[in-house]
């Protein structure tokens, strides 16, 4: 009779669980637009991740109240659409910083004949003109392999009446964050191009319709449920830790796009 023996590769005893190293250890994040939703779930993945968070908002007792939650290293109430103050948070942010992610700001839904010349401008410059003022002020703290994230949608997939300008505005993102990469390069820009994500803000802009857009997407979309704040949080810190992505945008709908 052969006596056949166990071998262990790796050398554990049976049962071990392989450790991993945290992925952000020793880094610092900084969250503009980190009080709720999107950007508190990654500075809260980011945490987990053994990374000092930083974070801002424009609501003073909500954000102190995220800061207390996660053990920010620090926080500032701040509107990010003004340049001076963004200039001043990163006056005062010591270096190095090795991530930003930039959530702040919001589509802006509705017909486009009643929107006056001073509101199709916002809705198609926001998001640039706070990412332009937050890299122009942040560039020269990050380290090289550091990652400028960005925030999108895929709107410009689909037009519709529902849409407006948000599709045009979302449509400015990917060839903006490509070509704003070379500029920043070895500093990398990224875009996360989201669907509906079930967050504040949605709860916000659909009121009563909450739930019947939750339901509808759990019956429709491909993978069976609701796209939430810690979905978005994963890629982001993936996005973060892979210093091979520049200049791309990625989109997580859950298949939204896809389907009618």
Known sequence: MTDYGVIVLGGGAPGDTPQREPELAGQTVVVIG???GIGFETARR???????VILTGRNPDRLEGAA???GAKRSLAFDANDPAAVERFFQEVPAPIDHVLVTAGGPRYGPLLDMSKDDVQRAL???VAVALDVARNAVGK??????LLL??????RRISR?????????AVLPPFTAALALELAPVRVNLIAAGF???PLSASLLGDGLEARREELRTTLPIGRVVGPADVAALAVHIMTNEALTGATYDIDGGQQFVA
């Open 34 to 36: 980190g009080s709720a």
């Open 46 to 52: 980011a945490r987990t991740e053994g990374a000092q």
């Open 68 to 70: 207390l939650e996660l």
């Open 125 to 127: 410059s926001e998001h």
């Open 142 to 147: 990050m380290r090289p392999g550091g990652t």
């Open 151 to 156: 925030m999108g949608g895929t709107g410009a």
């Open 162 to 170: 529902a849409l407006g300008m948000a599709s045009a505005a979302t």
């Open 197 to 199: 994500v079930d967050t």
